[in-house]
Nanobody, 124 residues
Framework: QVQLAESGGGLVQAGGSLKLSCAAS??????????MGWFRQAQGKEREFVAS????????YYADSVLGRFTISRDNAKNTVSLQMNSLKPEDTAVYYC???????????????WGQGTQVTVSS
């Protein structure tokens, strides 16, 4: 089993920055650092892909809407994955989820484990 816990959400003005963190735990993750992803879901909208990172951190993918503004990274020694969000826009407001998959992917149904989510609110 893998447990994921997000932190770092909050309220920020447009143009500001936030850094989200996801702490992973569990015997499965300790022996096999899984590919990770960040997704978000705005109120009344479907969940959407934000970014993903490979096991080693060498490969990353981003949604077009966040490319150049967000950066995903990981520290396998600490079992953490981060999402640095810069130049935030009101349309980035959503609950952000980290998730773990067996294969790096941009689709949510391929992610096996999910955190509870953290709220990010960007005011205009």
């Amino acid at each position: 089993q893998v447990q994921l816990a997000e932190s770092g959400g909050g309220l920020v003005q447009a143009g500001g920055s936030l850094k989200l963190s996801c702490a992973a735990s569990g015997r499965t993750f300790s022996s096999y650092p899984m590919p990770m992803g960040w997704f978000r879901q705005a109120q009344g909208k479907e969940r959407e892909f934000v970014a993903s990172i490979s096991r080693s951190g060498g490969n990353t993918y981003y949604a077009d809407s966040v490319l150049g503004r967000f950066t995903i990274s990981r520290d396998n020694a600490k079992n953490t994955v981060s999402l640095q969000m810069n130049s935030l826009k009101p349309e980035d407001t959503a609950v952000y989820y980290c998730a773990a998959a067996w294969t790096q992917s941009q689709v949510d149904y391929e992610y096996r484990y999910w955190g509870q989510g953290t709220q990010v609110t960007v005011s205009s």
